[in-house]
């Protein structure tokens, strides 16, 4: 039976898979912080960091999520600095060493600091914490023209050439859309999150591809797993061209 094709587009992340894990992995004292850069409220995220830090000093995490928040704000210098911080506590998990390094490097790319980029992406693919983290940073290395440790590869997702899960959405304007409705039709689903800086980044990518494989037939879906109308209709600004035709379907 012939099924539908999915490309998916990874270009420095999974983004769903990222986001879960780190939600799966929180305490309960940064789990607001995480809550708020999900409906896009970075700003409170970036108090309710601060204050944690000041009532916990020694709290690692509480470095490493104030370092993920400043990322999202594009405060790249000052993601570096929490970071940093972070990596200087003994006895944290190796996620979250795993994650520092990575969006240390993410922060360096974005500075135009390549250098410094592949050095932590490195160090994340080595260190191999967690599938996700080690997908994360060897995708960024090969988007800079890096090869990763090669042991990157025996932890890569691979989907290609596998029928997709079928999924039921309700995009922005409350229609109901289902994989299978699209048998038959290739299909192009990017998976972001609305506090994410690097998912807008993407948008600005994927709008690209879609103005050439638009006209091609191709369709578009823009997943937000977890947010609300509000965060998701605030994301889709990014997009220059988000209902082309009807066929762009932004969805959560």
Not at 37 to 51: F, H, N, P, S, Y
Request: glycine content about 6%; some cysteine.
């Amino acid at each position: 039976m012939k099924t539908i094709q999915i490309l998916f587009l990874c270009l420095f992340i999974i983004h769903f898979f990222l986001v879960s894990e780190y939600l799966s992995a929180q305490d309960d004292a940064v789990n607001p912080i995480y809550q708020k850069m999900q409906r896009g409220d970075l700003d409170t995220a970036e108090m309710i960091a601060k204050d944690l830090i000041e009532k916990e000093p020694n709290n690692p995490h509480a470095y490493h999520t104030l370092g993920r928040v400043h990322h999202a704000q594009k405060k790249y210098r000052e993601s570096i600095s929490a970071l940093e911080k972070s990596l200087t506590f003994q006895n944290q998990p190796t996620w979250m060493i795993g994650w520092s390094y990575t969006f240390s490097g993410f922060n360096y790319r974005d500075l135009g600091e390549k250098e410094k980029a592949v050095e932590y992406l490195q160090k994340a693919v080595k260190l191999n914490a967690t599938r996700n983290c080690v997908n994360a940073a060897g995708n960024a290395l090969k988007q800079m023209g890096v090869e990763p440790d090669p042991s990157l590869e025996k932890y890569r997702l691979s989907l290609e050439g596998q029928p997709a899960p079928n999924f039921d959405l309700t995009d922005v304007y409350g229609q109901t859309h289902r994989l299978v409705d699209y048998k038959g039709i290739p299909l192009f689903v990017h998976i972001g999150a609305t506090w994410c800086g690097g998912c807008q980044q993407e948008a600005e990518w994927v709008e690209q591809l879609a103005e050439t494989f638009l006209p091609q037939g191709v369709v578009f879906i823009t997943l937000c797993p977890g947010e609300n109308e509000a965060a998701v209709m605030d994301y889709l600004k990014h997009y220059r061209s988000q209902c082309v035709g009807g066929v762009r379907v932004p969805a959560w």
